[in-house]
């Protein structure tokens, strides 16, 4: 019994690894913008507080 392969050209296997290399850039690129997002929001919640504690009229 004779197993059947497929045999695809090099061309085509730099392609479609190509490809891959972009969408893994792609999802660390979309990564890093929404831990960016997240440290943005909660630095300015924090600067907030800061403000209203320092800017409070408690003895």
């Given at each position: ?30 990564s ?16 907030g ?11």
């Amino acid at each position: 019994m004779r197993i059947m392969t497929i045999h695809i050209p090099p061309a085509d296997r730099r392609s479609g690894q190509a490809m891959i290399e972009y969408v893994i850039v792609a999802a660390m690129l979309m990564s890093t913008i929404a831990i960016l997002a997240v440290f943005l929001y909660s630095f300015r919640e924090f600067g907030g507080r800061v403000l209203d504690l320092v800017g409070s009229e408690y003895p």
